[in-house]
């Protein structure tokens, strides 16, 4: 009898050692690493006043509409996006229409 208890608790000592160290060695128990911290994109910006737009020479003559798409595509080609489209304040300051914006573009800084 003394024999069966003593086999007995050394089964549950080794049981419970085996299911301890092999818990502890399981992957899916470890606390989760930290996640990588991601790069902050930077960017650069760039404003244009529709005043200083260049008219774009074609041929026949364009429109107005017609130069500030191949404005803007040009400035898309290098990289630039289009992120806002806001009026140019009065430079007065008496709060009369301005038929010019502004053009706010930004690129990812590299």
Not at 34 to 46: D, L, N
Request: charged share 20%; glycine share 8%; hydrophobic share 45%.
């Amino acid at each position: 009898m003394k024999k069966t208890l003593l086999g007995l608790a050394a089964a549950l000592v080794v049981a419970g050692a085996s299911t301890f160290f092999i818990g502890a060695s399981n992957p899916q128990d470890a606390a989760p690493a930290p996640a990588p911290k991601a790069a902050v994109q930077k960017w650069e910006y760039k404003v244009v006043d529709k005043q200083d737009m260049k008219p774009v020479k074609l041929f026949p003559p364009s429109s107005l509409a017609e130069d500030s798409a191949k404005y803007t595509n040009d400035l898309g080609a290098e990289g630039w996006e289009l992120v806002a489209v806001l009026p140019k304040p009065d430079p007065a300051g008496g709060g009369k229409p301005n038929p010019y914006v502004l053009y706010f573009f930004k690129r990812p800084l590299n």
